[in-house]
Every structure is written in structure tokens, then in C-alpha cells.
T-cell receptor, first 112, second 113 residues
Framework: SQQGEEDPQALSIQEGENATMNCSYK?????LQWYRQNSGRGLVHLIL?????REKHSGRLRVTLDTSKKSSSLLITASRAADTASYFC????????????FGAGTRLAVHP | GAVVSQHPSWVICKSGTSVKIECRSL??????MFWYRQFPKQSLMLMAT?????????EQGVEKDKFLINHASLTLSTLTVTSAHPEDSSFYIC?????????FGPGTRLTVL
């Protein structure tokens, strides 16, 4: 089962621009994680934000979490062509065994 | 970080045959592992939770007799797709948690002819 929606489904931008992806979920969570997946490859963990955190930064990544709205956003600043990939949010629900439920994903294309 | 491997990375088989996919945690022990399936241009769908020493827990809609899971040791879980059909062609990914972080295998692409 999928936890929720991500928008946009696809995003096309130029190098240097910022990319913002949003994720919504349905249940209470312990934490929310963002992953990147290059075409046909495995997942790369980007960042984890706990339910009691509101914002987190890692390099060019900025993640926000609004538990009242059950939503999160991922901002990639100063995008590069190498950022082209699919991005997924995944939620770790309370009471689970680190079981992650993934959102639908956003396909990001960064053009040189 | 911790490493999870999968074998094989890709497999092609004939319809009706069974295929086994291995998932190993290389430098940590995992009492629990997870199996996901991903169709082209779609998200990861959780199939089941693999539990060391006990039966796997399957998500709703996943046929446990078709997707056999065995968690034989603290570092190995296997997924066997039995009597595979073309609609089972997909990308299968496993993961194992280490503290709060999940580590994912590189995936296995299964093509059933």
C-alpha cells in the first residue's frame, strides 16, 4: 500500500534553478525519509526528519515537515544535471518495525 | 553506512519456473528485512516483512504462496517467485533497517518470458 501522494509527478527545470517536491501522507509517523533513485537503480538515502522536527538541512537539500498537515517538502537548491532522478518520500509509521511506505515519487529532470 | 546486497542483479526466466532472489546484510545483522516491488515508472510497493526465525508478514493483496520468503539467518532473506508469469516481471528491492535508517539493496530485475 502507498502512504500518500507526491507532487508534482514530474518536474523539469534548468540547471541552477531550485526544485521543490511535496509529499503528503495519511497516518501518524515516527519519521519521514527522502530517497533518490536513478533510472533502474537502487535507492539512495538523502535525509531523515523525525516527527518532532520541522526543518532539516543537508548540503543543498532542505526538508520541511508539517505533521499537522501531514506533509513534507524537499527543496534542492542550485540544481545540477546530476540531480536528474526520481525522488521518493517514505514514512515510518508509529508502532512499526521501521516499515517504510513510499509515496508515488517525483521524476526530476534538470537540463544543462 | 551499512551495505545490503542482492543476488542476482538481473534474471530472465521462462514462464512457469521459479526464481530465487537473495538479500544479504553484509556488515550488520537484521532480524527484519523488507521486500518491495517496483513496476516501471512507479513507486516501491511493500510486499512483505521478512522476520528471522518466524513467518513473513505479507501486505494486503500479496499472495504468500506465490512469493515465498525465508529469513534463514540474521544476514540473509530470500524471496522465491514461484511459477513466475510475465506479469511478475518487475524490479524487486530488499531493505534492512539498522537503527532508524533503512539500507536498500541494489535491486533485482526479473523478466519472465
Amino acid at each position: 500500500s502507498q502512504q500518500g501522494e507526491e507532487d508534482p509527478q514530474a518536474l523539469s527545470i534548468q540547471e541552477g534553478e531550485n526544485a521543490t517536491m511535496n509529499c503528503s501522507y495519511k497516518t501518524s509517523i515516527n519519521n519521514l525519509q527522502w530517497y533518490r533513485q536513478n533510472s533502474g537503480r537502487g535507492l539512495v538515502h538523502l535525509i531523515l526528519i523525525r516527527s518532532n522536527e520541522r526543518e532539516k538541512h543537508s548540503g543543498r537539500l532542505r526538508v520541511t515537515l508539517d505533521t499537522s498537515k501531514k506533509s513534507s517538502s524537499l527543496l534542492i537548491t542550485a540544481s545540477r544535471a546530476a540531480d536528474t532522478a526520481s525522488y521518493f518520500c517514505a514514512t515510518d509509521a508509529t508502532g512499526g518495525y521501521n516499515k517504510l511506505i513510499f509515496g508515488a515519487g517525483t521524476r526530476l529532470a534538470v537540463h544543462p | 553506512g551499512a551495505v545490503v546486497s542482492q543476488h542476482p542483479s538481473w534474471v530472465i526466466c521462462k514462464s512457469g519456473t521459479s526464481v530465487k532472489i537473495e538479500c544479504r546484510s553484509l556488515d550488520f545483522q537484521a532480524t527484519t528485512m523488507f521486500w518491495y516491488r517496483q513496476f516501471p515508472k512507479q513507486s516501491l510497493m511493500l510486499m512483505a516483512t521478512s522476520n528471522e526465525g518466524s513467518k513473513a508478514t505479507y501486505e494486503q493483496g500479496v499472495e504468500k504462496d506465490k512469493f515465498l520468503i525465508n529469513h534463514a539467518s540474521l544476514t540473509l532473506s530470500t524471496l522465491t517467485v514461484t511459477s513466475a508469469h510475465p506479469e511478475d516481471s518487475s524490479f524487486y528491492i530488499c531493505s534492512a533497517p539498522a537503527t532508524v535508517e533503512q539500507f536498500f539493496g541494489p535491486g533485482t530485475r526479473l523478466t519472465v518470458l
